[in-house]
């Protein structure tokens, strides 16, 4: 079954590398459903500020059963990043990081790895004890784990989890 997927990563920094990701379907012959918002939207938002943005993150997670988040060099600093988990934990998303530092960009090298962004945020357990959401949630690495051929593996897997 076809799952709608929010997207979350760095634009600047890592555009390119997201790509590949974001349309690797439409190269095996379709499109997998995968719901996001492109650029231009993102910059046009960005000029009316704060509120505007997170009304435009909120949005953009309705109706969505998985969170990806895209883990390149900055990524893991990067505050809409974090809003963006955040909103997707309390709405229930299923999540999963995916490292893209290793996907060769046009005229650049593979870029360092990133630190894992769900290190940054815990929840606490019945018992009391704080879970780091990087417990929680796996994390791909996009060559080398094969996402190419893997990728909707990884998001039937994240929904089934958080039972979408």
Same mark, same amino acid.
Request: hydrophobic content about 35%; cysteine-free; overall charge positive.
């Given at each position: 079954?076809?799952?709608?997927?929010?997207?979350?990563?760095?634009?600047?920094?890592?555009?390119?590398?997201?790509?590949?990701?974001?349309?690797?379907?439409?190269?095996?012959g379709g499109y997998n459903s995968a719901g996001y918002?492109?650029?231009?939207?993102?910059? #046009? %938002?960005?000029?009316? !500020?704060?509120?505007?943005?997170? /009304?435009?993150?909120?949005?953009?997670?309705?109706?969505? @059963?998985? #969170? %990806?988040?895209?883990? !390149?060099?900055?990524?893991?600093? /990067?505050?809409?990043?974090?809003?963006?988990?955040?909103? @997707?934990?309390?709405?229930?998303?299923?999540?999963?990081?995916?490292?893209?530092?290793?996907?060769?960009?046009?005229?650049?090298?593979?870029?360092?790895?990133?630190?894992?962004?769900?290190?940054?945020?815990?929840?606490?357990?019945?018992?009391?004890?704080q879970i780091y959401f990087s417990q929680i949630y796996?994390?791909?690495?996009?060559?080398?784990?094969?996402?190419y051929n893997n990728f909707s593996t990884w998001i039937?897997?994240?929904?089934?989890?958080?039972?979408?």
């Open positions: 079954m076809p799952r709608s997927v929010f997207f979350s990563f760095h634009y600047q920094r890592d555009i390119f590398r997201v790509n590949i990701v974001r349309n690797h379907a439409m190269t095996k918002w492109d650029h231009s939207l993102w910059e #046009t %938002v960005k000029k009316e !500020g704060d509120l505007a943005i997170k /009304r435009m993150i909120n949005a953009g997670l309705r109706g969505t @059963s998985v #969170t %990806v988040v895209l883990i !390149g060099a900055e990524t893991a600093a /990067r505050p809409w990043v974090k809003y963006e988990i955040e909103k @997707s934990f309390e709405r229930g998303n299923g999540m999963l990081g995916i490292y893209i530092h290793n996907i060769q960009s046009m005229n650049q090298p593979p870029d360092p790895s990133g630190y894992n962004p769900f290190d940054n945020f815990y929840t606490t357990a019945a018992n009391g004890r796996p994390t791909y690495d996009w060559i080398y784990d094969r996402g039937e897997r994240a929904a089934r989890a958080v039972a979408k």
